[in-house]
């Protein structure tokens, strides 16, 4: 039997039954008949009856099509946030509290018909108070979308140069009676990128002199006598003909106490030659 969905299991079986198939009818199927099942297969739209199903007058061409797609949701509150945070930009760098507690937080503040100035929230407001504060406007003032989100933004923006300019006044004050500020968020940055800088020059000077102390030590080569000469082969045969057979190797030939006493002894001449 194909693989079917649970709910359709019976419906299978019945074909089965029709065409002979299966003889004898399950114990279940009756039961099944008279309690039917719920449809589980997603986005298949639910039978209809005759009860609900249209008139005939109906033509069936004006009917629009089953979509699964959810409606879009639109909020005034998100075309004024848009607005707002394209005609002011740096609005979004302010440092904001991002914890959540445990309850969201109750509106507070005036409201409605009330609020009729931003100030009456506070004199150093936020984007989102704006926000509200334009979209209170258009509902309860009777005032377009446009008025309301000027007028909004006329209010924020002078309550917002009012506090920088007390707050410019109120340091100046406090610096004249002695007060010393640290350094900004803009200072301390400079800061650290000026120490990363000499890190990076600090390495290159490590850098510089590590290959210059990899320069100043050099190999020890034993000198022996006819190695940087070349004889064109007339050493080695005059070897061969009287009978001497060439070393090439004589630390694997030679005892090797001789070996470690020669060792030894260039290890002394470089200790000699460094002046250590």
Known sequence: MVRRVASQVHQQVARLMRGNYITNEPVWYQAVLDNPPITLAPR????????DQKPATTSSSKLR????????????????????????????????????????????????????????????PTPDDAIKFALNLYQYHSLSLSDAYSRAVGQFRALRSEHHIASTFAAMEAQELGSKFGPSEIERSYLLNKKNIETWERQEELDEGAMAARKRWKAIVENRHGANQWTKGQ??????????????????????????????????????????
């Open 65 to 124: 099509p089953h979509s699964a797609r959810p409606l879009p949701i639109y909020y005034v509150e998100d075309d004024l946030r848009r607005q707002f945070f394209r005609d002011h930009p740096f609005e979004a760098f302010r440092p904001t509290s991002l914890v959540e507690n445990d309850v969201v937080q109750t509106q507070t503040g005036v409201s409605g018909k009330e609020w009729t100035r931003l100030r009456q929230r506070g004199r150093n």
């Open 44 to 51: 298949a739209p639910p039978a209809r009856t005759g009860y």
């Open 235 to 276: 050493e080695y045969v005059r070897l061969w003909q009287e009978g001497i057979r060439p070393n090439y190797m004589p630390a694997l030939t030679e005892p090797v106490e001789a070996v470690a006493a020669a060792s030894v002894k260039s290890t002394v001449d470089y200790m000699n030659l460094s002046g250590r």
